[in-house]
């Protein structure tokens, strides 16, 4: 079997990966690689768009499309790139298996991650189209929500972290600005009631005036670095 040498990278460490071009070997087959390479076919990763960055490590399965496997594919490779801080990671499948593990450390880089082609050939060494799908790299974060009733006054007790990469754990999410939301039991639109900010302990309180009980929740939308959160619903 013939390689063909494709720079890429694996972590934050430059190493080489080879990217293989099957030669057909039996009698007769170099016609028929011939033809197949003039109708190479397409193979496509499935790339999460989501990716949270929650634990010191996560195995992450990644997948390649069905249209590796019509496409009558050998193996296939795509490099991600963060658009100031270059290679990320590196995928490498062979036709034996459609996924492959990935290894995320909390020290990835956070932000837009392109997935690259590497090169893809199907079993008569004809190279295949391939996809360049993104995916995006933010820590995690939670919401939390209490609440209490006592008459019509209703109060409502909000917590909030997020994974800081320096501790490798949650901490309190400081600072978060959010918003408070209800419903009327069976709908399906929530309503702003009252923005929030967390203090230093990620805590805020709200205590209001409300006849009938409503559903209510603590949305965070997510930042630069920070995935969104939003709490369980709880009925008051």
Not at 36 to 64: D, F, H, K, N, W
Request: glycine share 8%.
């Amino acid at each position: 079997m013939r390689w063909k040498s494709v720079f890429a990278a694996t972590g934050l460490l430059a190493t080489s990966l080879l990217v293989t071009a099957p030669t057909a070997q039996a009698a007769g087959a170099s016609g028929a690689a011939e033809g197949s390479s003039a109708a190479a076919g397409r193979c496509s990763l499935i790339a999460p768009s989501r990716i949270v960055i929650s634990a010191p490590y996560r195995a992450i399965t990644m997948r390649v499309a069905a249209d590796c496997v019509a496409g009558n594919w050998d193996n296939a490779a795509w490099t991600s790139y963060h658009p100031t801080q270059g290679v990320q990671e590196v995928l490498y499948f062979f036709r034996t298996s459609t996924t492959v593990t990935m290894d995320l450390y909390d020290y990835a880089d956070p932000g837009l991650w392109n997935w690259r082609p590497n090169g893809a050939y199907d079993t008569f060494s004809g190279a295949m189209s391939q996809n360049s799908p993104n995916s995006y790299v933010k820590v995690g974060s939670w919401a939390g929500l209490t609440a209490s009733r006592s008459g019509s006054k209703v109060t409502l007790n909000v917590s909030a972290a997020r994974y800081a990469v320096s501790l490798d754990k949650f901490v309190p999410y400081a600072g978060a600005v959010g918003q408070l939301q209800y419903k009327a039991p069976g709908a399906t639109k929530w309503i702003a009631l009252k923005s929030v900010k967390t203090t230093s302990t990620g805590k805020y309180t709200y205590a209001y005036t409300a006849s009938a009980a409503r559903d209510y929740r603590v949305y965070f939308p997510e930042t630069s670095v920070i995935w969104n959160a939003a709490s369980a619903t709880i009925r008051k």
